[in-house]
C-alpha cells in the first residue's frame, strides 16, 4: 500500500495553493469581463470570446511555449523585470500561476456570462431606478440571481486547475515545494516506473474530479428546477 511521503504532501500543498489563487483572481477578473461579455453590444465581442475561448482548443504546450518566451529571461516580460532588478517569471510559482488564470479562465468566464444573460437587464433597471448604487446592485441583484453561475466557475476553475500539465510543465518545469504540482508529481513517478504511487495519486484525482461534476451537475439541475 503506497503511503503519502513528503515529495507528495508538498506537491499537494503547491496544488491546491495554486488551484485557490487561481479561482479566486479568475472570479475578481471574470465577473466585470462576462458581464460586459453577457450584456454589452459592442462590435468587439465576438473577438474577445474568441480569445476567451482559445485554452479550450489550443494545445497547453502552445500556450506554455509563448508564456515560456514572454516571462523567461529573454522576453519582454522577463527582461524588463530583470533590468528593474526583479526576477524572470520562467520555473517559478508566480510564473505557472499566470499560466494557470489563463489557460483556466473560459471555465471561470462562460458560466457567469450564461447566468449573467439569463439574468437579463431588467432586475439591474429596477435596482437603478430605485436609487442603488453600482455596488449596491451587485451585491443585493446580481450577485444572489447569479449565485448558481459563480458556483459552477468556482468549481469548474478550481477542478481544471487542479489537473492542468502541459503549461504548467512548460513554463514552471518540475522544482519540488515551487512548480511541481500533482500532475507533473504523477508523471514523475511514472516515468520512473513506480505505478504504485502513481495509481494511487491518480485515483485521488480522479475521484476529486468525479466528485466535482457530481456538484456541478446537481447545481445546474437545482437551478432548472427552481425555475419551473
Not at 181 to 207: G, K
Amino acid at each position: 500500500m503506497f503511503q503519502l511521503g513528503p515529495a507528495e504532501w508538498q506537491a499537494i500543498e503547491v496544488t491546491f495553493k495554486l488551484c485557490l489563487y487561481t479561482t479566486i483572481i479568475l472570479l475578481l477578473l471574470a465577473t466585470p469581463l462576462s458581464w460586459w461579455l453577457a450584456q454589452g453590444r459592442t462590435q468587439f465581442r465576438t473577438v474577445v470570446q474568441a480569445i476567451v475561448a482559445l485554452p479550450l482548443v489550443l494545445p497547453p504546450t502552445v500556450l506554455g511555449f509563448y508564456l515560456l518566451i514572454t516571462l523567461g529571461p529573454r522576453g519582454v516580460v522577463g527582461q524588463t523585470l530583470q533590468d528593474l532588478g526583479f526576477q524572470h517569471l520562467a520555473f517559478s510559482f508566480e510564473g505557472i500561476l499566470i499560466a494557470s488564470v489563463i489557460y483556466s479562465m473560459p471555465f471561470a468566464v462562460q458560466p457567469l456570462t450564461e447566468a449573467f444573460r439569463n439574468l437579463g437587464r431588467r432586475p439591474v433597471e429596477v435596482a437603478s431606478s430605485l436609487g442603488a448604487g453600482a455596488w449596491d446592485r451587485f451585491r443585493t441583484v446580481i450577485f444572489p440571481l447569479s449565485r448558481g453561475g459563480f458556483v459552477v466557475a468556482a468549481t469548474l476553475t478550481f477542478a481544471h486547475t487542479l489537473g492542468e500539465f502541459g503549461v504548467i510543465l512548460m513554463l514552471g518545469g518540475s522544482i519540488p515545494g515551487e512548480t511541481k504540482v500533482l500532475s507533473v508529481l504523477i508523471y514523475d513517478h511514472a516515468e520512473a516506473m513506480n505505478y504504485d504511487a502513481a495509481h494511487s495519486l491518480s485515483l485521488m484525482l480522479l475521484i476529486f474530479a468525479f466528485a466535482t461534476l457530481f456538484v456541478v451537475y446537481s447545481i445546474n439541475r437545482r437551478f432548472e428546477v427552481a425555475k419551473l
